[in-house]
């Protein structure tokens, strides 16, 4: 039996937290899904030795980042309230 679920992302607004993380939305059918990338991945994994901000790291490595949270999802690795959150040590 295939797994036939997806997580799109359809939505290309973005904010930051009160804990300095990225938010973003992703869609699985009908269900809207919080996805959140920590300011600490960003940092180690897409600020290109610190030459970009978070922000301008997100938007440049965002179909990767995004590529993460769907691999994350579909694994089932999700917080308590149902949302995503990439952390450092996911990445590698």
């Known amino acids: 039996m295939t797994d036939k679920r997806t997580?799109?992302?359809p939505e290309q607004t973005y904010v930051s937290d009160l804990d300095d993380r990225i938010v973003f939305w992703g869609q699985e059918g009908d269900k809207r899904v919080k996805c959140m990338i920590s300011?600490?991945?960003l940092d180690d994994n897409f600020s290109e030795?610190?030459?970009l901000r978070p922000k301008a790291a997100f938007e440049k490595y965002r179909a990767d980042i995004e590529?993460?949270?769907r691999r994350k999802?579909?694994?089932?690795?999700?917080e308590p309230d149902g949302s995503v959150l990439i952390r450092t040590?996911?990445?590698g």
């Open 7 to 9: 997580l799109i992302f």
């Open 39 to 41: 300011r600490e991945a």
């Open 49 to 51: 030795r610190d030459r």
């Open 67 to 69: 590529s993460l949270a």
């Open 73 to 78: 999802y579909l694994l089932g690795h999700l």
């Open 89 to 91: 040590n996911d990445i």
